[in-house]
């Protein structure tokens, strides 16, 4: 994957405080990497699926079923197997 690759952090915040390569990666439907990422930090808890949130926008688990990527919700949920 191109941005652990390059030393990008996988659970490092925008300048915003909007999203993670985590987010933004679920929120686009890129399951490869949502897989990767989840491997490099860690499955999230399930019954803490905002434990990566910071902002009022949501986690990644909110993005992916905002926009029906439900591949990449099943993994946020079920954990990277």
Same mark, same amino acid.
């Given at each position: 994957m191109?941005?652990?690759?390059?030393? $990008?952090?996988s659970d490092h915040w925008?300048?915003?405080?909007?999203?993670?390569?985590?987010?933004? $990666? $679920?929120?686009?439907?890129?399951v490869q990497a949502v897989k990767s990422l989840l491997k490099k930090i860690g499955n999230?808890?399930?019954a803490n699926?905002? $434990?990566?949130?910071?902002?009022?926008?949501?986690?990644?688990l909110i993005?992916?079923?905002?926009?029906?990527?439900t591949a990449c919700a099943k993994i946020l949920i079920e954990g990277n197997k």
């Open positions: 191109q941005l652990r690759k390059h030393g $990008a952090l925008d300048r915003e405080g909007l999203a993670t390569p985590l987010i933004t $990666a $679920a929120a686009y439907g890129h999230i808890p399930a699926p905002n $434990a990566l949130k910071k902002s009022s926008n949501g986690s990644a993005w992916s079923i905002r926009a029906r990527n």
